[in-house]
């Protein structure tokens, strides 16, 4: 049986910590938050964070899907949720999605978590990961204990270590390194 993540306590500790000292949004045009190509912006949130809504948010749309038919690991379960916003958000109700960005995980094969620049492709710059903006620490260490907290779950710690596995193929090398921390787990 799987943990399941305490969203309460990672909603808690993301609240407040942001990636710069003043409001990264500044240097872009928040352009993480605005549709691209008119087309709205979606994130999935992970297992279990659903619960973290009410459903009736008026800036957000839910669409449930197949983890068969998408590109998640063989352990994940109908439903999987994908959310699409209408900006501006409540601050303190964004998903944790958009808490995490522009970090994401990077699991070794001994299960030592390292926290690095998202590596995905996304459909726009963002300056903090093209000019490699130095972040504030206790972002980093916020990311990093999210990350923990989340990595309980074997349905998130597979799609992490499938994603790291990938990354390492595609790439060839470890990507550049932010955080490192013992997670002394693996499924
Ligand atoms: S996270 Fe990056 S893309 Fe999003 S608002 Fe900050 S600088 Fe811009
Ligand atoms: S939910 Fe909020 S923070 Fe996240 S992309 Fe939408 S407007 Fe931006």
């Given at each position: 049986?799987?943990?399941?993540?305490?969203?309460?306590?990672?909603?808690?500790?993301?609240?407040?910590?942001?990636?710069?000292?003043?409001?990264?949004?500044?240097?872009?045009?928040?352009?993480?938050?605005?549709?691209?190509?008119?087309?709205?912006?979606?994130?999935?949130?992970?297992?279990?964070?659903?619960?973290?809504?009410?459903?009736?948010?008026n800036?957000?749309?839910?669409?449930?899907?197949?983890?068969?038919?998408?590109?998640?690991?063989?352990?994940?379960?109908?439903?999987?949720?994908?959310?699409?916003?209408?900006?501006?958000?409540?601050?303190?109700?964004?998903?944790?999605?958009?808490?995490?960005?522009?970090?994401?995980?990077?699991?070794?094969?001994?299960?030592?978590?390292?926290?690095?620049?998202?590596?995905?492709?996304?459909?726009?710059?963002?300056?903090?990961?093209?000019?490699?903006?130095?972040?504030?620490?206790?972002?980093i260490?916020?990311?990093?204990?999210?990350?923990?907290?989340?990595?309980?779950?074997?349905?998130?710690?597979?799609?992490?270590?499938?994603?790291?596995?990938q990354?390492?193929?595609?790439?060839?090398?470890?990507?550049?390194?932010?955080?490192?921390?013992?997670?002394?787990?693996?499924?």
């Amino acid at each position: 049986m799987t943990k399941k993540p305490d969203y309460e306590y990672i909603y808690a500790i993301t609240a407040k910590t942001t990636p710069l000292d003043s409001d990264c949004g500044e240097l872009c045009g928040s352009i993480c938050c605005r549709p691209h190509r008119k087309k709205v912006l979606g994130m999935y949130l992970f297992p279990g964070e659903e619960t973290m809504f009410s459903g009736a948010e008026n800036w957000l749309d839910y669409e449930r899907h197949d983890p068969l038919l998408y590109d998640f690991p063989d352990n994940w379960e109908y439903p999987v949720f994908f959310v699409k916003c209408t900006p501006p958000c409540p601050r303190q109700a964004r998903p944790l999605s958009c808490r995490l960005f522009p970090l994401a995980p990077h699991l070794l094969q001994d299960g030592t978590l390292l926290i690095i620049h998202e590596t995905i492709i996304l459909p726009y710059r963002c300056p903090l990961i093209t000019r490699k903006i130095p972040l504030r620490v206790d972002f980093i260490e916020t990311v990093a204990l999210t990350w923990q907290e989340l990595l309980k779950d074997d349905r998130i710690y597979r799609l992490v270590e499938e994603d790291s596995r990938q990354r390492e193929t595609e790439t060839g090398k470890l990507p550049e390194i932010l955080h490192c921390s013992s997670l002394a787990r693996k499924t």
